[in-house]
């Protein structure tokens, strides 16, 4: 795996926390839009599978909140990188999902935040999940392009399978720069997942307001780890 850069001088990234602090705090209204990125590299099968599984939580967690609609993104073998159009079925994303088998290769998470960043200046995208265990390149254009989410109002959401103190390290950072938040969770705990995919939706669909209201300690893990809101 490749190493990532040290951290640098936290003036940059105060500065920015700062801007984004300063941004009117947009509300979703209607139905919620969230991307759903997955690695889908060699050593992610069992992982995958889980998802597929899960995945129709974010669905049911969004119901009464003005439904979800969530595009499928995902990233295998040699620079393969695909999207599902914006679905609003768990039947028809667990369908696409289960036509899909894992390829050895690197991550594509840079590409992953381009496309996020093209989505949402076309049409508000309310969340961006990461599911992953590996960030195998150089993180400085990446949290460029979290900052850049951030200013949209786009935050990622980082959920690290594995203990890796590098990914984890790298994924706080895309995490923190979109306004964001991170999260383990354990291939030995099926629910936890489950539970990172609910609190994520409750969020997109209904906002800050309607994840404080979700009991449960992933709900409040990731609402502790928002930037505080905007006084008006």
């Known amino acids: 795996m490749a190493q990532l850069p040290a951290p640098k001088s936290g003036g940059a990234v105060a500065e920015f926390l700062r801007r984004l602090d300063t941004l009117p ?3 979703p209204t209607g139905r919620g839009r969230l991307l759903f990125a997955v690695d889908a590299t060699a050593s992610r ?11 129709a939580e974010m669905f049911a967690a969004a119901e009464g909140l003005g439904g979800l609609a ?3 993104c995902y990233w295998r073998g ?14 028809e994303l667990a369908r696409r999902m289960s036509g899909v088998s894992v390829l050895a290769g690197q991550t594509q998470i840079h590409r992953c935040l381009e496309h996020a960043l093209r989505e949402t200046t076309a049409e508000r995208v309310h969340a961006l999940v990461l599911v992953g265990d590996a960030l195998e390149e150089a993180l400085d254009p990446i949290g460029h392009l ?8 786009t935050p990622v959401f980082c959920f690290q399978e594995g203990g890796n103190p590098q990914v984890e390290w790298g994924f706080r950072q895309i995490a ?8 383990p969770f354990d291939s030995a705990s099926p629910d936890a997942l489950r539970d990172l995919l609910r609190a994520v939706a409750v969020f997109a669909a209904g906002g800050r307001s309607a994840l404080a209201k979700l009991p449960g300690r992933a709900a409040s893990g990731i609402a502790g780890q928002l930037p505080a809101p905007r006084r008006s």
């Open 45 to 55: 099968q069992p992982s995958w599978d889980r998802a597929c599984h899960v995945q």
């Open 176 to 183: 923190k720069l979109s306004g964001g938040a991170w999260a």
């Open 146 to 153: 979290a900052a850049q989410l951030g200013l949209r109002g």
């Open 25 to 27: 705090a947009v509300r």
């Open 70 to 72: 969530v595009q499928l």
């Open 78 to 91: 040699h620079h393969e990188f695909a999207a599902t159009p914006f679905l609003t079925d768990a039947a």
